[in-house]
């Protein structure tokens, strides 16, 4: 293991900024590309007023475009840092690197070999985002591998409390024939994994994602810890809604599971937004794909009666912090919001 054993701080431990990448890609948003751009600027500049951003941009062009667009906003452009390395998407939560922490108190990068869910043919450049990005903060990058062989793992498909728990579904990372990861791993396999290169203790594994979900069952749609021993988990309270089952089973995990000390986790259940529904398509919009930033939490919402209720009810997990409503009405056509498009960099 080198020097130190490694643990990844959780989203509320104090970060040194926000790692985001401007959207380029049309085809993720098709049809809402124009106001996909200032969705994002309005992301980056609430996000600047609490911490730095790192943003991805392709190089010297669409830096300028950028900078011109986020001077437009009045955002603080001291508050941004520029990283250049060219992308096929913008999901940093996913090809972005998973930044822990050493017990000696530096910190590593680790590239979890992204392969675009094992879904999309395109990903060939998203894959050298971690370097770039260990690069620029002068940390180490390492290749996370298992017995020789390299482990592909997205940032959203995990969620750890920082003190040894983990949580995340079975549908995305042992589903035998749709969008498989690592073929023939077990669940063992993958514990001794979170251990390694986590310091994760004890895994809590959930069942199904939502439906629409293209990452096929992302943790952070589903249940976010918002403090060592509390969870946030979605429910659909209408039974007939393709949802209802799966949350209702995932509630059921939760209230079984035990923390890394054997203690009970709080379970708090968070309203799902009416299904969103576009060009026939059903759209994994959810309120757990919020982001914890330093003194603020960021939520994503959707023109729905329940946005409210989310709202507060982040508000009560969060009483330090402010909490602020972003509409992800754009963002979700790409199938993903606040917490899917970042990635924390811890202190």
Not at 47 to 62: I, K, M, N, R, W
Not at 179 to 204: C, H, M, P, W
Request: proline content about 5%.
């Amino acid at each position: 293991m080198g020097n130190g054993v490694r643990r990844f701080p959780a989203e509320w431990e104090k970060q040194q900024g926000i790692l985001l990448c401007f959207p380029h890609n049309g085809n993720d948003w098709p049809g809402k590309y124009q106001a996909i751009q200032w969705a994002f600027v309005e992301f980056i500049k609430k996000v600047s007023l609490y911490e730095t951003v790192f943003v991805v941009v392709a190089g010297d062009t669409q830096q300028k475009k950028v900078s011109e667009m986020l001077e437009q906003a009045a955002v603080d452009l001291e508050k941004i840092s520029f990283i250049q390395q060219k992308t096929n998407r913008s999901w940093m939560r996913d090809s972005g690197p998973i930044i822990v922490k050493k017990s000696d108190g530096s910190r590593e990068a680790l590239n979890f070999n992204f392969n675009g869910w094992a879904k999309y043919k395109n990903w060939q450049l998203d894959k050298y985002v971690p370097n770039a990005a260990a690069n620029y903060l002068n940390v180490l990058c390492t290749q996370v591998t298992y017995k020789g062989k390299p482990v592909i793992l997205e940032g959203g498909a995990i969620d750890v409390n920082g003190s040894g728990t983990l949580l995340t579904t079975e549908e995305c990372l042992l589903h035998p024939t749709i969008q498989v990861r690592n073929a023939n791993f077990t669940k063992e396999d993958y514990e001794s994994i979170f251990k390694e290169y986590l310091g994760v203790t004890n895994t809590i594994w959930l069942g199904d994602g939502i439906v629409g979900d293209d990452t096929h069952g992302h943790i952070d749609d589903l249940a976010r810890f918002v403090n060592k021993n509390t969870i946030v988990t979605v429910i659909e309270t209408n039974p007939e809604d393709s949802n209802y089952k799966p949350l209702q089973d995932n509630l059921k995990r939760l209230q079984k599971a035990t923390l890394e000390d054997g203690s009970k986790p709080n379970i708090v259940v968070l309203p799902m937004p009416k299904p969103v529904v576009f060009e026939n398509l059903q759209i994994p919009a959810s309120y757990a794909n919020f982001l914890i930033l330093n003194n603020c939490v960021l939520v994503p919402t959707f023109n729905d009666a329940n946005d409210r209720k989310a709202l507060n009810i982040i508000a009560q997990c969060f009483p330090d912090r402010d909490v602020i409503g972003i509409s992800a009405i754009d963002l979700i056509w790409g199938f993903g919001t606040l917490h899917c498009l970042s990635q924390q960099i811890p202190e």
